[in-house]
C-alpha cells in the first residue's frame, strides 16, 4: 500500500465561517485525533487530499507545519452532497506495526449460473484487521457459476496475508438471487387479461 505525503497547517480557527474561508482557498478543514492525545485542528490541501482520497483506506504522511510527520488514515471524510467538493475530513492517528480496523472493499470476478440470476452485495466492503502500513486495498471473490440460492460467507473468502476477519466469519457477504420481477410482471398481466374476458 502506498503512503501519500501531504502538507498541513494546524488552524486556530473554528466555526462555520473559518470553514468557508479554508474552503475557499480550496483547502479542507480537518481533525487529527486517536492514540489518547488531544485533537489537532488542521488545514490541508483540497486538490491533494483529493487525490489521495481515491485510494480506499490510503496512508497518509501529515507533514504538519514543517515540524512533526505523523501517519494517519481517513476515518470519516465529509463532501458536499450537490458539488461533491470535500467539507471536513476526520483523521485516525496511526503508528507502523499498529493494527487496525479497516473496511476494504469487496470486487467479484466470473459470471453467474445462466438463467438471468441476480447477485446481491449484502456487504460492498469487508471490515478487516491489519497493520496499519499493509491495509489491502480491495479483495476479489469468484462467482464463477454460482447459482440462485448461493450465499458468500466472510469466512469463504480469501484474505491477504496479515490481515483477520474483523465480522463474525458466518456473515453473508453476497447471495444469488433468482431474478423473478419479470415473470412476477408478466403473471399479473395474464390475470389482469383473465379477468377482463
Known sequence: MSEVKIAAETR???GKGA???IRRDSKV???LYGHGSDPIHLTLPGHDLLLALRTPNVLISLDIDGKSNELAIPKSVVRDPIKGFLEHVDLLLVK???KVTVEIPVHTEGELA???NLLEHVLNAL?????ATHIPEAV???IEGLEAGAS???KDITLPSGSTLAVDEDTVVLQVLAAQAEEAAEGEGAAEEAAEA
Not at 471490515?127 to 497493520?131: G, L, R, S
Open 114 to 116: 445462466a438463467g438471468g
Open 127 to 131: 471490515p478487516v484487521e491489519a497493520e
Open 19 to 21: 470553514a468557508r474561508r
Open 152 to 154: 458468500v460467507l466472510a
Open 29 to 31: 478543514p480537518g481533525v
Open 140 to 142: 476479489t471473490v469468484s
Open 12 to 14: 486556530t480557527e473554528f
Open 96 to 98: 507502523r506495526g499498529e
